[in-house]
């Protein structure tokens, strides 16, 4: 096992880029504070300038003017599951796209059909799930 | 004053916040008069006068409105979670905002130009599940969590033909700037070579923002008013403003991508004179005109065909067209090498 | 300065995060906490000059996985206290987990290489950005590690799909195609009645002729019970 210390010193050049990229941000940054502040302000100001006056019946949840007869919060549909990781599944192919779009200039031919065949993996997948219906809400 | 502003750290935060309010103010009267408007369009669709008593024309409608939300009481469900319930309204007006701080306004103009524009875009756009979702949770009603759930699995599942539609014009790009894709349609708008393209972005942008035809978390005939059915006051309003802010978020984001952002639509003398800036307006105008319209338009879709629509239409037509779109690309030598400004 | 500020603001953030995930009792609690601490982990990697991955952390694991664990905990009301007493037996696998990755930090914050000859990664010149950058190495030079990428995905996407499917007998799809070719004349039936006749004289008449079942269609017909179009309504 060789132990040999990193000669790897970020250049000059690229602190100075990283110093842009955080100034770039900093605008976004600013603007959510903004965004932040308004709608708390708004949030806030509703609180204080209505009258609050709670009673039980006004703060049951409302369930076509029957007192609710269990908790709201319960077991559902295992679809919306399948569905959420199926998104997970599709984004992470997008997230795999954007750098490829931005490229596909540079990495020629063989970047393009190495997408393909990564395409291709993921569509037998995709032809699968639609035979098995799992695409289908009834 | 030039050197306040541009050389020392205190008059550039004093810059940034005039510049972020310069966008939050006239975008927050937008708000006030698309809700006006709507109400206008609607009501000459369907032959009635719509808002015409608060002020000249109804003009102060809005206002009228948004006082009556503040005075109201903030009523609070007894088995909610408060600190969520509170949370959620708070997160969707929030998010609907912060998307505005990337969005070019004309050549170079933008608060924050920064390289991955297009990403922060679909970033808090992704995130406009959550306000939804603990909304409808937080409620701890009924139908407040049977509408969550269900705009939360419309949204993802409208996102992914989203993003797909996004690769191929960056494909045409290359590069992940606004600014360089704006600069990218100088020739030609991409809503005609890519027309399919854009029908489907912009009838996702309907699923994205919860909009008729694809309105099913509110479905008021049968969940009432869906995830935001305990909120009321501002609380309430914050949802509300919150859904017209990303409609006219969703509509710049489409006059940009496809409809050339602030460019006019010819090069040449008459065009040119109008500024950047209004041109991006009209487009936004016009394409929320679009949405209204669809509204007054079209009945309420049903759950499983919508989502047959966004897995089994839309989802693989995108893919197949940008795989298409690249190839097509490759084959002719019309790949970008490289982005516009070096940084891309 | 400045850097080293927001670095420390994010990293305290982050870890304090981290702590809550751990600790909160109500599941959906940690969820958020877990969401907060994705997006100090974003800032931590705009610092570091990664914009790409700072975006696709927000995107794939805020916007995406996020998502499934608010689901998963809102939906499945698991109950949780019952987990936590699962504790003590999986603590051993959790350690060794926390070891592995101690190790690694010790290797990468002491600059150590297990492995002599191994080339230091070079960093793309400021002209190139960060996007690109990946771009030209994914594709090409690590192109095994993609392809098992999208193998993994298509594992994970049939796994998804064999352990939560489940077909009800009972429900009824709509089959679009066999919706549009249908005509009037298979389900409607005009007849010509005298005043004051009724349709028992004709045979009655039969609604509807083709039966509801012929558009939207059963997964198991047997399932169902028989058909309506057997049954003469008017009788």
């Not at chain 3, 994010?10 to 995930?21: E, N, R, S």
């Not at chain 3, 959790?94 to 002599?116: N, Q, S, W, Y």
């Not at chain 3, 990946?134 to 392809?147: A, K, M, N, S």
């Not at chain 3, 006749?197 to 509807?208: K, Q, S, V």
């Amino acid at each position: 096992m060789a132990l040999s210390p990193r000669v790897a010193t970020p250049s000059s050049e690229f602190r100075h880029t990283m110093q842009n990229l955080l100034s770039a941000y900093f605008p976004i940054a600013v603007f959510i504070v903004i965004a932040a502040g308004v709608s708390a302000a708004m949030l806030g100001g509703s609180l204080l300038a209505g009258r609050q006056k709670p009673y039980a019946e006004k703060n049951s949840a409302y369930e076509c003017g029957f007192d609710a007869f269990d908790d709201a919060r319960r077991r559902f549909d295992v679809r919306f599951y399948l569905v959420a990781i199926l998104f997970i599944i599709f984004d992470l192919e997008v997230a795999f796209l954007f750098p490829w779009a931005i490229s596909l200039g540079r990495i020629g031919l063989f970047g393009f059909w190495s997408m393909l065949g990564f395409l291709g993996v993921l569509t037998v997948g995709f032809i699968y799930e639609w035979r098995k219906g799992a695409l289908d809400w009834e | 004053m030039e050197q306040f502003f541009f050389h020392t750290v205190a008059g550039l935060v004093v810059l940034t916040v005039l510049e972020c309010l310069a966008i939050l103010v006239p975008l927050l009267m937008a708000v006030a008069y698309l809700v006006y408007g709507e109400r206008k369009v609607l009501g000459a669709i369907q032959l009635r006068k719509g808002p015409n008593t608060v002020g000249p024309f109804g003009l102060f409608q809005t206002f009228a409105d948004a006082i009556k939300m503040l005075t109201k009481e903030t009523v609070i469900p007894s088995g909610a979670n408060r600190a969520l319930y509170l949370l959620a309204p708070f997160l969707t007006f929030v998010l609907a905002m912060i998307a505005w701080a990337v969005i070019p306004t004309n050549n170079g103009w933008a608060i924050a130009n920064i390289n991955v524009g297009v990403l922060y875009l679909f970033a808090v756009s992704s995130l406009g599940v959550y306000g939804i979702l603990i909304a409808g949770w937080a409620s701890n009603s009924k139908y407040a969590f049977l509408g969550g759930l269900r705009s939360a699995a419309q949204m993802v599942s409208y996102e992914v033909s989203l993003g797909l539609v996004i690769v191929s014009i960056l494909l045409v790009v290359g590069s992940l700037n606004l600014n360089d894709i704006i600069l990218a349609q100088r020739h030609v708008w991409f809503c005609l070579p890519m027309l399919p393209m854009f029908v489907i972005f912009f009838i996702s942008a309907l699923a994205e923002t919860n909009r008729a035809p694809f309105d099913l978390p509110e479905g008021e005939s049968e969940l009432v008013a869906g995830f935001f059915v305990e909120y009321s006051s501002l609380a309430f309003g914050l949802f509300f403003l919150g859904e017209y802010m990303n409609m006219i978020l969703m509509s710049a984001m489409t006059s940009i991508l496809f409809l050339g952002g602030w460019l006019a639509p010819f090069n040449i003398a008459p065009f040119t004179w109008v500024p950047g800036p209004i041109w991006l307006i009209l487009k936004i105008l016009f394409v929320l005109f679009m949405f209204i319209w669809v509204r007054a338009t079209f009945p309420r879709y049903r759950y499983d065909q919508l989502m047959r629509l966004g897995w089994k239409v839309f989802l693989p037509f995108s893919l197949v067209w940008m795989v298409l779109t690249a190839g097509f690309l490759m084959a002719t030598g019309m790949l970008p090498v490289g982005s516009a400004n070096g940084v891309g | 300065m400045i850097t080293q500020i927001t670095f420390y603001l994010f990293a305290t953030i982050l870890v304090l995060c981290a702590g809550m995930v751990v600790s909160a009792r109500n599941p959906v609690h940690a969820v958020l906490f877990l969401i907060l601490g994705f997006f100090n982990a974003a800032g931590l990697f705009l610092i570091a000059g990664a914009e790409f991955l700072a975006m696709i952390l927000v995107i794939v694991y805020v916007g995406a996985v996020a998502v499934l664990f608010l689901f998963v905990v809102m939906m499945l009301d698991v109950n949780f206290n019952q987990l936590r007493e699962g504790l003590q037996r999986y603590a051993p696998v959790g350690a060794a987990i926390g070891v592995a990755l101690l190790a690694e930090l010790i290797f990468t914050v002491g600059r150590l290489k297990l492995v002599p000859g191994v080339q230091e990664p070079t960093l793309p010149g400021p002209q190139i950005s960060n996007t690109e950058a990946l771009g030209r190495l994914i594709y090409t030079d690590y192109v095994l590690l993609f392809q098992a990428c999208g193998l993994v995905l298509l594992v994970a996407m049939i796994g998804a799909i064999v352990l939560t499917l489940r077909d009800r007998p009972s429900a009824r799809r709509q089959n679009i195609s066999l919706q549009h070719a249908r005509l009037p004349a298979d389900t409607m039936e005009m007849m010509q009645l005298e005043v004051g006749a009724g349709t028992d004289a004709l045979g009655g008449f039969i609604r509807p002729r083709d039966g509801y079942g012929a558009t939207a269609e059963p997964i198991d017909a047997r399932a169902l019970p028989a058909r309506r179009s057997d049954e003469k309504l008017g009788a």
